[in-house]
C-alpha cells in the first residue's frame, strides 16, 4: 500500500450540468486562493487539454488530467500523488459536464474520479432561475450515490442576498453546507471560444484570473470551505497498471516536439513519459527555419488554422519535415499536426494553404462541424486511447489508396467510428489526441502494425 503526503485540503469541483460556472469558479479559485498564500495545485477531469492550460496561468503551475477512460486506477493515483503536497497546499480538480456524466453512466465521470481518489465534491450550482426548489435536487445529488461525498454547494449567479437566503435554507434542509455564493454579474465574460477557450492572448486570460477572483472569492466561506475539505493521508493500493509498455528500449533518443501558438494541445504525463525515451528538444513549426535532430518528432494538435500563412510561408521548415519523414524519420501528429502533414489546409473563406504534403489530401475549415468523443484501438496487442475533438473536416482522399490505415478505431463503448489512422513509411498521423501516460509511444511504430 503506498501513502500519500496530505495537502491542506483537496477536492473535485462539480456542477450539476455544464455552463453551471465550473470554469470561472475554478479559476477564480486557483487565482484567489494563491493570492491568499496557498500553493495550488489543480487537475482536470477528463481529456481536456484547453482548461488544463488556464489553470496554469491562473495556479502558476501546470494542470494534470484525471481520466478514469485513458488511466488505470493506480496510474489515476500515480497523477494524484506526483504533485509534491503539504499542509498549505490546495488540490483542486475540475469537473466536467455535470457531476455523474461519464462515457457509460457514471463511468469516466467526475464523480469517477473522486471516489477513484477518495476526496470530497463541492457542487456548483446555477441558481439563477431558482430558489428553495434547490432542496430536493441538492438532496439527491447528495443520496445518489453513497460512495461520492458531496460535502457542500456553491451557488452561482444569485440575484441578491434575500434569494441567497431562500437557496441557504434549501441547502440546510437538504443536508449540504452551503459555502457561500457568486454574485450574478455582467461585468465578467470569458473570452471567445474556439475549441474551447481561446489561447491566443495570455494577457487577457491573466487579467480574466484576477477578475474571477474577485468575483468567487468576495461572498465564499474559505475557512469553511478548506474545514470541509481538509485532507487527510490515505493509502491506496500498490499500482497495477493495465497497459503494457513496450517495446524496452536501452539507447535515449532524440525527440522533437512542436510547441508554440499553432501546436500546444499536449497532454503533461505524455512529455513525462517521452523524457523517458530520450532528449526533447522543443521547436516551433512558425518561426525556426528547420526541424532540430531527431529520431522522433511529435507534432500535437492546436490551432493552426488560426496561422495557416505563417505556417505555409515557412518554406524551409516544411522541407525539413518532409525530408524527415521521407529519410525513414518517426512521426507521431495528431489533428492539428496531422492536418500540417497534408497537402494544404483550406481556411473559412475557401483559400488553400499549402502544408507539409506527405499525405495527399486537403483539411478544410469550411463547413464547419463538430466531432468529438473518446477513441480506441487495439496495435501490437496493445490498447490505445484517445480523445477526438475537432471542427475540420479532410476532402480529396481519392489519392489515398497508396497510404496505409493501420487500423480501426472505437469509440469508449466498442462502437466502430469513421477515425482513420493514416501511416506513410514511419508516419502516422490521426486526428485522435492519443494519451501514452502508461505506454510506450514507440511501440506504436513497432513493426507498423
Known amino acids: 500500500m503506498n501513502q500519500t503526503n496530505s495537502p491542506k485540503s483537496s477536492f473535485v469541483l462539480a456542477a450539476t450540468s455544464s455552463g453551471c460556472g465550473k470554469t470561472t469558479c475554478t479559476i477564480g479559485l486557483l487565482r484567489g486562493l494563491r493570492q491568499k498564500g496557498y500553493t495550488v495545485q489543480p487537475f482536470k477531469c477528463g481529456p481536456d487539454y484547453i482548461d488544463t492550460q488556464h489553470h496554469a496561468i491562473a495556479a502558476g503551475t501546470p494542470s494534470i488530467n484525471l481520466d478514469t477512460f485513458f488511466s488505470s486506477p493506480g496510474h489515476l493515483v500515480d497523477c494524484y500523488q506526483q504533485i509534491p503536497s503539504d499542509n498549505h497546499t490546495i488540490q483542486i480538480i475540475e469537473g466536467a459536464m455535470g457531476l455523474f456524466d461519464g462515457y457509460k453512466r457514471w463511468k469516466g465521470s467526475a464523480a469517477d474520479v473522486a471516489m477513484t481518489l477518495d476526496v470530497p465534491v463541492i457542487l456548483i450550482v446555477d441558481a439563477q432561475s431558482v430558489a428553495y426548489s434547490v432542496a430536493p435536487l441538492l438532496y439527491g445529488y447528495a443520496h445518489f450515490n453513497p460512495q461520492v461525498r458531496v460535502a457542500g454547494v456553491i451557488f452561482n449567479k444569485v440575484a441578491s442576498e434575500n434569494h441567497y437566503n431562500y437557496l441557504v435554507d434549501a441547502a440546510s434542509d437538504a443536508g449540504v453546507p452551503c459555502l457561500g455564493y457568486i454574485a450574478r454579474s455582467q461585468s465578467i465574460a470569458m473570452p471567445s471560444r474556439h475549441l474551447g477557450l481561446t489561447l491566443d492572448d495570455e494577457f487577457m486570460l491573466d487579467e480574466y484570473a484576477n477578475k474571477a477572483a474577485n468575483l468567487v472569492m468576495d461572498h465564499l466561506d474559505i475557512d469553511k470551505l478548506l474545514a470541509v475539505t481538509a485532507a487527510h493521508p490515505k493509502t491506496y493500493p500498490t499500482r497495477k497498471p493495465h497497459l503494457e509498455s513496450q517495446p524496452n528500449h536501452t539507447d535515449p533518443i532524440r525527440i522533437a516536439v512542436a510547441h508554440d501558438k499553432a501546436f500546444n494541445f499536449i497532454y503533461p504525463v505524455n512529455i513525462q513519459q517521452l523524457e523517458k525515451l530520450g532528449q526533447i528538444t522543443y521547436f516551433s513549426p512558425i518561426t525556426d527555419k528547420v526541424l532540430p535532430p531527431c529520431d522522433l518528432l511529435y507534432l500535437p494538435g492546436g490551432y493552426p488554422e488560426f496561422y495557416l500563412s505563417e505556417l505555409s510561408t515557412n518554406n524551409t521548415m516544411l ?6 519523414a521521407e529519410s525513414g524519420g518517426k512521426i507521431w501528429a495528431e489533428c492539428g499536426g496531422m492536418m500540417y502533414l497534408c497537402t494544404s489546409i483550406i481556411d473559412q473563406d475557401g483559400r ?15 463547413d464547419m462541424k463538430l466531432r468529438l468523443g473518446y477513441r480506441q484501438f487495439t496495435c501490437n496487442n496493445q490498447n490505445w ?3 477526438e475533438f475537432h471542427y475540420s473536416r479532410l476532402i480529396n482522399q481519392d489519392n489515398m ?18 477515425a482513420p489512422i493514416f501511416r506513410y513509411k514511419q508516419v502516422l498521423a490521426s486526428y485522435t489526441h492519443l494519451y501514452w501516460g502508461e505506454q510506450n509511444l514507440l511501440s506504436l511504430f513497432q513493426d507498423l502494425c
Open 319 to 324: 522541407t525539413s519535415i518532409k525530408a524527415h
Open 352 to 366: 488553400h494553404y499549402p502544408m507539409v504534403n506527405i499525405f495527399p489530401q486537403q483539411a478544410t475549415m469550411q
Open 385 to 387: 486511447r484517445g480523445h
Open 401 to 418: 489508396d497508396s497510404f496505409t490505415c493501420i487500423t480501426h478505431q472505437e469509440t469508449a463503448t466498442s462502437r466502430k467510428v469513421n
